[in-house]
């Protein structure tokens, strides 16, 4: 159940009308400081004069440094409806009332800048109609919003390069917090000007999307990114099923005539190898490899059969290895343990995804003797990034712990102690330790916060939460805090959770480096009413607590993409069932009240429980997946399984993440509530088929 929360405001119809009145240019006059201006959408008639006032000192990068002013001070009453009521123009999609509502929003030192920014981000979003040059000039000279201009900026990159208009990509230059996208469209621009840029640059931003597409086929048609470099991030396309992707990637990386046979492949891999025969080079050895991968998500069975029999003569030997890793792959995710046979006839020496590696090393662990030399081989196969993840780094220790080497294995879970997530607790655990709470930092003082509260970016977030628009509030948030020193994070996070926002509360504590809050990190609220509901329907109450924590970061009126709903995101349809069981009436419009959403999630994670006999693992993942999922990751245990081995091979990424999370949030929240030393080991216990 994912989170993700939205609030909508309500319109102010008591300054709407006088403001519709106001005019454009009446709004550019006074905000204009000397700018020559054109209508709102009207392109520079004069493209020469507009390029001498994009300078690099007038767009300079807005600053990192943490800004603080005065403490909060009151706003107009009439400039902050104004806001209001653009917000509630600009969701109604009456986009031409927006001018008139930033002239009377000039004087909200807080959020006044947001009408006018909402109604340039229209003007550039809309391809149809020329970019604003001027007034988006008049805006980043009169706005006092870093984040406002920074996204701005950002919008108009990637404006200019949706039109070909590079030239002012390159005079905006760039700014202080990017997306890929523009990243993307920052390298394309420079490319083209002076076609300085490495493939090794542009494969690092690159994330599938308009702009780095765009960036891609150029750099491709340039021969500065080859086929080479393209193999590898369409082979990860396919092995994660990304058709979309793959087949852009193949349209950039194969002549047409290859790519009219991968299109065959993809349809019928083996009807199309039926076709092939001899050896290949080249792309016709690539598509061959490609059809392979393609045959293990549609018949492993015979797929494997005619891999063993043909795939000698079809193949190179890399890629005939690289392909059993394919069905290794597909196995695994099927939970089937052959797969650890398959990845074995691979050999080691080639390249694999991060993804692949994973679940060779996964699979190695799932089976009912473990080879804990073979597991160390898996891991060091990979990349040398993906060794350095605690998780890789605690089954190592273990591989070397399972040959006898103590030393080794020792010195590997001490280098992971750092992380209090699930990995750095099961390490803490190998080491003999019990898990308890860390020495906690002083808490933040008086003068601390005091100051914190003069930080004009927190201002404008506080100011958003209290309207309860949380997209724009959680983005002013997220860029205030940037650079901030750990007392500054846990200042931020003190004054947020003094405003019940706890999702950044919890987030901002936990970015802290050397100080550690874990009464932010792993805060209670609700003044204990979440422990008496669980008490009541017979859950552990430190385990709810993990599972909200996890589920909406304890956001009340969080709501999910799919439906989910409230603290504990229920789905609608669970909602129903539970609430005929308990024998009471619900409707969609009590999903996120308090009592309702506690009462039905504890109720739904109890039923839950009782179903998997008990075993909270289980009962999580079917919380997140559903219990038959849960039961079919069960029943395809031969024998008990490690409950740290089960929760690191659950097949679905989501589901796996959330149940390392939820189980180490409980371990914690179990140490504060008790007070005593806690074992996240035998909180996993073991699974049994």
């Given at each position: 159940m994912q989170q993700?929360?939205?609030?909508?405001?309500?319109?102010?119809?008591?300054v709407a009308g006088s403001l519709r009145r106001r005019s454009v240019q009446a709004l550019w006059g006074v905000l204009g400081s000397g700018v020559l201006l054109a209508g709102c959408a009207e392109s520079v008639q004069n493209p020469q004069a507009a390029r001498s006032t994009l300078t690099p000192q007038n767009l300079a990068v807005t600053s990192s440094a943490v800004i603080y002013g005065q403490s909060p001070r009151a706003v107009p009453q009439a400039a902050r409806a104004a806001v209001v009521s653009a917000r509630d123009a600009m969701q109604r999609r009456q986009w031409e009332t927006?001018?008139?509502?930033?002239?009377?929003?000039?004087d909200d030192h807080e959020l006044g800048s947001y009408p006018m920014y909402w109604y340039l981000r229209q003007l550039l979003g809309d391809a149809a109609q020329p970019v604003p040059t001027q007034q988006i000039y008049a805006f980043l000279q009169q706005n006092k919003n870093p984040y406002l201009e920074n996204r701005l900026k950002s919008d108009w990159i990637l404006a200019s390069a949706k039109r070909g208009d590079f030239d002012t990509v390159r005079r905006i230059g760039t700014v202080a917090s990017r997306t890929s996208e523009v990243d993307c469209a920052i390298l394309q621009?420079?490319?083209?000007?002076?076609?300085?840029?490495?493939?090794?640059?542009?494969?690092?931003?690159?994330?599938?999307?308009?702009?780095?597409?765009?960036?891609?086929?150029?750099?491709?048609?340039?021969?500065?990114?080859?086929?080479?470099?393209?193999?590898?991030?369409?082979?990860?396309?396919?092995?994660y099923d990304s058709k979309a992707s793959a087949r852009r990637y193949a349209a950039l990386a194969f002549?047409?005539?290859?790519?009219?046979?991968?299109?065959?492949?993809?349809?019928?891999?083996?009807?199309?190898l039926a076709t092939q025969s001899g050896s290949a080079t080249g792309e016709l050895q690539q598509l061959r490899a490609l059809a392979f991968s393609r045959l293990a998500r549609q018949d492993r069975d015979a797929g494997a059969v005619f891999l063993e029999t043909q795939g000698g003569a079809l193949l190179s030997e890399r890629n005939r290895q690289w392909a059993w890793t394919q069905f290794g792959l597909i196995a695994a995710l099927n939970l089937e343990a052959r797969a650890d046979g398959w990845y074995r006839k691979a050999g080691?020496?080639?390249?694999?995804?991060?993804?692949?590696?994973?679940?060779?090393?996964?699979?190695?662990?799932?089976?009912?003797?473990?080879?804990?030399?073979?597991v160390e081989q898996t891991i060091r196969m990979m990349g040398p990034e993906q060794q350095k993840e605690p998780v890789w780094v605690y089954w190592y220790g273990r591989a070397r712990a399972g040959q006898g080497d103590t030393g080794g294995a020792t010195s590997a879970w001490q280098s992971i102690l750092y992380d209090h997530g699930f990995y750095g607790q099961l390490a803490t655990e190998a080491l003999g330790r019990k898990i308890s709470v860390p020495a906690q930092p002083a808490e933040p003082s008086a003068a601390e916060i005091n100051k914190i509260m003069t930080h004009e970016g927190l201002q404008r977030a506080v100011a958003l939460f209290r309207l309860g628009w949380r997209p724009e509030a959680v983005g002013e948030w997220n860029f205030a805090i940037r650079g901030m020193n750990d007392r500054e994070l846990m200042a931020a996070a003190e004054w947020a959770l003094r405003e019940q926002v706890y999702d950044r509360a919890i987030n901002t504590s936990m970015l802290t480096k050397n100080d550690f809050n874990f009464r932010q990190r792993y805060l209670a609220p609700f003044e204990g009413r979440v422990?008496?509901?669980?008490?009541?329907?017979?859950?552990?109450?430190?385990?709810?607590y993990g599972l909200i924590r996890q589920e909406s970061r304890f956001v009340t009126v969080a709501r999910s993409s799919v439906g989910a709903a409230g603290l504990m995101q229920v789905m609608p349809g669970t909602a129903r069932l539970v609430a005929r069981k308990l024998g009471l009436s619900y409707s969609a419009a009590s999903a996120n009240d308090f009592d309702t959403n506690t009462l039905l999630g504890t109720s739904y994670l109890k039923m839950t429980l009782d179903d998997l006999n008990g075993s909270e693992v289980l009962a999580t993942a079917g919380y997140?997946?559903?219990?038959?999922?849960?039961?079919?990751?069960?029943?395809?245990?031969?024998?008990?399984?490690?409950?740290?081995?089960?929760?690191?091979t659950i097949p679905f990424t989501e589901t796996r993440?959330?149940?390392?999370?939820?189980?180490?949030?409980?371990?914690?929240?179990?140490?504060?509530?008790?007070?005593?030393?806690?074992?996240?080991?035998?909180?996993?216990?073991?699974?049994?088929?």
């Amino acid at each position: 159940m994912q989170q993700r929360a939205g609030a909508k405001s309500r319109f102010n119809k008591g300054v709407a009308g006088s403001l519709r009145r106001r005019s454009v240019q009446a709004l550019w006059g006074v905000l204009g400081s000397g700018v020559l201006l054109a209508g709102c959408a009207e392109s520079v008639q004069n493209p020469q004069a507009a390029r001498s006032t994009l300078t690099p000192q007038n767009l300079a990068v807005t600053s990192s440094a943490v800004i603080y002013g005065q403490s909060p001070r009151a706003v107009p009453q009439a400039a902050r409806a104004a806001v209001v009521s653009a917000r509630d123009a600009m969701q109604r999609r009456q986009w031409e009332t927006l001018p008139g509502y930033a002239e009377q929003a000039r004087d909200d030192h807080e959020l006044g800048s947001y009408p006018m920014y909402w109604y340039l981000r229209q003007l550039l979003g809309d391809a149809a109609q020329p970019v604003p040059t001027q007034q988006i000039y008049a805006f980043l000279q009169q706005n006092k919003n870093p984040y406002l201009e920074n996204r701005l900026k950002s919008d108009w990159i990637l404006a200019s390069a949706k039109r070909g208009d590079f030239d002012t990509v390159r005079r905006i230059g760039t700014v202080a917090s990017r997306t890929s996208e523009v990243d993307c469209a920052i390298l394309q621009a420079r490319f083209l000007g002076n076609g300085q840029v490495s493939a090794a640059q542009a494969l690092d931003v690159f994330k599938p999307g308009d702009a780095c597409w765009s960036m891609l086929g150029q750099l491709t048609a340039a021969k500065v990114i080859t086929h080479e470099h393209l193999e590898p991030l369409l082979r990860d396309a396919v092995e994660y099923d990304s058709k979309a992707s793959a087949r852009r990637y193949a349209a950039l990386a194969f002549s047409p005539a290859g790519l009219s046979s991968y299109d065959a492949l993809v349809a019928n891999p083996m009807g199309w190898l039926a076709t092939q025969s001899g050896s290949a080079t080249g792309e016709l050895q690539q598509l061959r490899a490609l059809a392979f991968s393609r045959l293990a998500r549609q018949d492993r069975d015979a797929g494997a059969v005619f891999l063993e029999t043909q795939g000698g003569a079809l193949l190179s030997e890399r890629n005939r290895q690289w392909a059993w890793t394919q069905f290794g792959l597909i196995a695994a995710l099927n939970l089937e343990a052959r797969a650890d046979g398959w990845y074995r006839k691979a050999g080691q020496v080639f390249r694999l995804s991060d993804y692949n590696h994973a679940w060779r090393t996964r699979m190695a662990l799932r089976q009912p003797t473990i080879d804990w030399k073979w597991v160390e081989q898996t891991i060091r196969m990979m990349g040398p990034e993906q060794q350095k993840e605690p998780v890789w780094v605690y089954w190592y220790g273990r591989a070397r712990a399972g040959q006898g080497d103590t030393g080794g294995a020792t010195s590997a879970w001490q280098s992971i102690l750092y992380d209090h997530g699930f990995y750095g607790q099961l390490a803490t655990e190998a080491l003999g330790r019990k898990i308890s709470v860390p020495a906690q930092p002083a808490e933040p003082s008086a003068a601390e916060i005091n100051k914190i509260m003069t930080h004009e970016g927190l201002q404008r977030a506080v100011a958003l939460f209290r309207l309860g628009w949380r997209p724009e509030a959680v983005g002013e948030w997220n860029f205030a805090i940037r650079g901030m020193n750990d007392r500054e994070l846990m200042a931020a996070a003190e004054w947020a959770l003094r405003e019940q926002v706890y999702d950044r509360a919890i987030n901002t504590s936990m970015l802290t480096k050397n100080d550690f809050n874990f009464r932010q990190r792993y805060l209670a609220p609700f003044e204990g009413r979440v422990s008496q509901q669980a008490r009541a329907v017979g859950v552990d109450p430190a385990w709810v607590y993990g599972l909200i924590r996890q589920e909406s970061r304890f956001v009340t009126v969080a709501r999910s993409s799919v439906g989910a709903a409230g603290l504990m995101q229920v789905m609608p349809g669970t909602a129903r069932l539970v609430a005929r069981k308990l024998g009471l009436s619900y409707s969609a419009a009590s999903a996120n009240d308090f009592d309702t959403n506690t009462l039905l999630g504890t109720s739904y994670l109890k039923m839950t429980l009782d179903d998997l006999n008990g075993s909270e693992v289980l009962a999580t993942a079917g919380y997140n997946a559903g219990p038959n999922r849960a039961k079919r990751w069960r029943d395809s245990l031969s024998q008990p399984l490690e409950g740290a081995i089960f929760a690191e091979t659950i097949p679905f990424t989501e589901t796996r993440l959330y149940v390392k999370h939820v189980m180490s949030n409980a371990t914690w929240y179990d140490a504060q509530f008790s007070g005593r030393t806690q074992s996240l080991v035998n909180r996993l216990g073991q699974v049994r088929p």
